[in-house]
């Protein structure tokens, strides 16, 4: 069973500051993913990194893939309101029986206060 | 289109009884998924689907059956709900594990 170990599980934060959410698992993954997800809806796709070292940047959130593809990271700056959620990565397995299955991590509650 | 589509939104089981959660597509999405969510424990992958006629385990596939007779529907049954089953459940659809997943609005279940 592969496992994503994701960390804060929550953060509250002030508007304006920077944070770093990890993801981290011994296990290789094909591509990792990161959701968003709102209260009563389903998760909804931020960015897919597929290739190890790989950095994504979508406005203020900057993605990273680890070299080995077994970790990764969201980083937000200048955190908004507007960001607060539940953040969400999720591992596509690489291959054996892990193949065909998505795992996804914990979860991060993040608050923005105004 | 209408994406992914879940029925019902919410239910409210006994212990013991069965019913059949709804899950559809029209994106023609070969690959299909089950999850459960609950707090503090992300997503859990309770069965999948890589096309019509072929389904396989996920991380928590007991007291659940599935089935996939079409593209578009991928039925999740619970055979004898138990208070462990009170959980949100979402289905989700893509072209495979490595693409974007659409996700369903979820259904939330509670069972007594």
């Known amino acids: 069973t592969q496992l994503l170990e994701q960390s804060p599980q929550f953060l509250s934060i002030q508007e304006g500051e920077n944070l770093t959410v990890y993801c981290n698992s011994s296990s290789v993954f094909s591509s990792l993913q990161w959701y968003r997800q709102e209260p009563g809806e389903g998760p909804v796709l931020l960015v897919t990194v597929v290739t190890g070292g790989e950095v994504k940047k979508l406005k203020r959130l900057t993605f990273q893939f680890g070299d080995a593809r077994k970790d990764s990271s969201l980083h937000i700056t200048a955190a908004q309101p507007g960001d607060t959620g539940l953040y969400l990565c999720?591992?596509?397995?690489?291959?054996?029986?892990?193949?065909?299955?998505?795992?996804f991590g914990q979860g991060t509650i993040l608050t923005v206060h105004p | 289109n209408a994406g992914v589509t879940q029925t019902p939104k919410f239910q409210v089981l006994k212990t013991g009884q069965s019913m059949t959660l709804q899950c559809a597509q029209d994106?023609?999405?070969?690959?299909m998924s089950w999850y459960r969510q609950d707090p503090g424990m992300g997503l859990r992958l309770i069965h999948y689907s890589v096309g019509a006629g072929i389904t396989d385990q996920g991380e928590v596939p007991n007291g659940y059956n599935v089935s996939r007779s079409t593209t578009e529907d991928f039925p999740l049954r619970l055979l004898s709900a138990a208070p462990s089953q009170t959980s949100v459940y979402f289905c989700?659809?893509?072209?495979?594990?490595?693409?974007?997943?659409?996700f369903g609005p979820g259904t939330r279940l509670t069972v007594t």
């Open positions: 994106m023609n999405h070969e690959y």
């Open positions: 989700a659809s893509s072209r495979g594990p490595i693409y974007e997943q659409y």
């Open positions: 999720a591992g596509a397995g690489a291959g054996g029986t892990s193949y065909g299955k998505l795992t």
